[in-house]
């Protein structure tokens, strides 16, 4: 018997899916093309500390949460696809910003008050833009009786452009300077923009009593434990990505992306319930334990392998642990809990890894180590079986 209820295969039947996931992923894709590139940008052009170099690259994961309590009144007051694209025209002029900063525009100003600002802003509109794409639009293209197999597919896409992002950014570098790959992201956004608008979206009456503020579509207080747990994970990966500024990893981590999609489907498909998450954690700690005996050849390749198989395979199961948390009618808010706390935890962990370990990736490493020891620890102690006994489905 299937414990898991597991998707048997991802969505290939719905044309304006595929249009909403791909440019799901094109946003994520752009909002990751900073993160190898700005804190040292800002460090060695700008001539920032590390500590406010982390400040800017960490504030979209605690600027995501600004815009969440009106997105339920946003989708209802106004049409739900053009709230989506007008956050993407923002996150576009965010981007661009940054470009005139590298220009020389805001140096004068304070590059750092500048720079922050705008990732403030950037970060907000990319909250409330993944948010409407996930919890409602996304949604919205699928036959009720699919939605968490299209919920599961289109994380997917999102999980995928953790590592293509980077890896763009810094496969673009050697024939671009900074400004012109932030161009290049906010070239992604307006890609993604074209992509949602060729998809019809029915006007769709609001509810009688509409609030301006809510925690409808945005945090799912029933999750409180999975969230601080999958934070917990998602802070080891930004340590990591601190200390790693090579295509190479990045395009590694895919593979590992891969290859946890195929375990799911695979090994994971009859498994015990438990063993999925237990897995993902083992692997990346067996990552981290091969990060510190050294950094030869054989290293460089299996560290990504095992952290991107790890984290997709932890990833993917916490997301159905989101949806079956939650009653039928608030499905989005899981997703957009699940978001929030996959981009705080990271967020978390790029902070720390820039503001307190620039140049001891030792330290980095032990933390990240430290970190997901205690998030096993939650999950076998504590969350999973408060997940079992609070599930909805």
Not at 31 to 56: D, F, H, I, S
Not at 187 to 212: G, Y
Not at 218 to 237: E, I, M, R, S, Y
């Amino acid at each position: 018997m299937n414990t898991q209820n597991t998707p048997v295969h991802v969505g290939l039947w719905h044309r304006d899916f595929w249009l909403l996931a791909v440019a799901s992923l094109l946003v994520t894709t752009a909002m990751y093309l900073p993160l190898p590139l700005l804190p040292r940008w800002m460090m060695a052009v700008c001539g920032c500390t590390p500590v406010e170099a982390a400040v800017c690259v960490a504030l979209p994961g605690a600027s995501a949460f600004l815009l969440g309590c009106f997105c339920s009144y946003l989708v209802q007051r106004y049409r739900r696809n053009h709230v989506c694209v007008y956050s993407l025209f923002a996150i576009a002029m965010c981007f661009y910003c940054l470009q005139f900063i590298h220009r020389g525009v805001g140096t004068a100003l304070g590059a750092f008050g500048f720079v922050a600002v705008v990732r403030l802003v950037q970060g907000a509109m990319f909250g409330l833009a993944q948010m409407v794409l996930s919890s409602t639009l996304i949604i919205d293209t699928c036959e009720s009786f699919r939605r968490t197999e299209a919920n599961y597919s289109a994380a997917w896409f999102t999980r995928l452009a953790l590592s293509f992002g980077p890896m763009l950014a810094l496969a673009l570098l050697p024939v671009m300077d900074f400004g012109s790959v932030m161009v290049v992201g906010a070239m992604l956004c307006i890609l993604a923009v074209i992509l949602i608008s060729a998809v019809k979206f029915p006007f769709k009456a609001p509810e009688d009593i509409v609030r301006h503020v809510s925690a409808d579509r945005f945090f799912l207080p029933q999750g409180k434990w999975l969230f601080v747990n999958l934070l917990l994970v998602t802070a080891a990966v930004g340590l990591v990505f601190s200390i790693n500024g090579t295509a190479y990893f990045y395009g590694m981590l895919s593979v590992g992306f891969v290859l946890s999609l195929l375990a799911a489907r695979f090994v994971f498909a009859n498994a015990e319930l438990k063993s999925e998450a237990v897995t993902g954690m083992a692997l990346m700690m067996a990552a981290l334990l091969v990060l510190l005996a050294g950094n030869d050849d054989t290293a460089s390749s299996l560290v990504p392998v095992l952290m991107g198989c790890g984290m997709g395979i932890v990833g993917s199961r916490f997301l159905l642990f989101f949806i079956k948390l939650s009653p039928h009618c608030r499905r989005g808010t899981s997703q957009s809990t699940y978001f929030l706390a996959c981009e705080s935890g990271l967020s978390v962990g790029l902070f720390l890894g820039y503001g307190f370990f620039y140049g001891d990736s030792h330290g980095a490493v032990m933390l990240s180590l430290v970190l997901c020891c205690v998030a096993l620890a939650m999950y076998v102690v504590f969350t999973h079986r408060w997940y079992v006994k609070h599930k909805n489905r």
